[in-house]
């Protein structure tokens, strides 16, 4: 079983940075992804990072400008989140596969098992 944890959202004006992070705990050795979800929508992919770290993959709307990354030691996956924009209001959601294949990551929510309670970002024009 894992359990995740997100923190770190907030209320920012448009251009800035906030940084998320997703504590986990039990088998945290997996790929791990960042998911969003903005009111009426439905949820979509932003990032996700292999178990060492190795490969990541974005959604092209954030590319440059968020950053996934992972430390092992510490359990926990981070989301660098610059340049923001209105559309990037929602709540975010961390998320962790089964997988422990060194350089797995996917794009499709069905594949991840396990998900935080999400954490809210707003972003002021």
């Known amino acids: 079983q894992v359990q995740l944890v997100e923190s770190g959202g907030g209320l920012v004006q448009s251009g800035g940075s906030l940084r998320l992070s997703c504590a986990a705990s039990?088998?945290?050795?997996?790929?791990m992804g960042w998911f969003r979800q903005a009111p009426g929508k439905e949820r979509e992919f932003v990032a996700a990072?292999?178990?060492?770290?190795?490969?990541?993959i974005y959604a092209d709307s954030v590319k440059g400008r968020f950053t996934i990354s992972r430390d092992n030691d510490k359990s926990t996956v981070y989301l660098q989140m610059n340049s923001l924009k209105p559309e990037d209001t929602a709540v975010y959601f961390c998320?962790?596969?089964?997988?422990?294949?060194?350089?797995?990551?996917?794009?499709?929510?069905?594949?991840?098992?396990?998900w935080g309670q999400g954490t809210q970002v707003t972003v002021s024009s």
């Open positions: 039990g088998r945290t050795f997996r790929a």
């Open positions: 990072i292999s178990r060492i770290g190795t490969s990541t």
């Open positions: 998320a962790a596969t089964r997988s422990v294949s060194y350089s797995y990551t996917s794009r499709v929510p069905d594949d991840y098992n396990y």
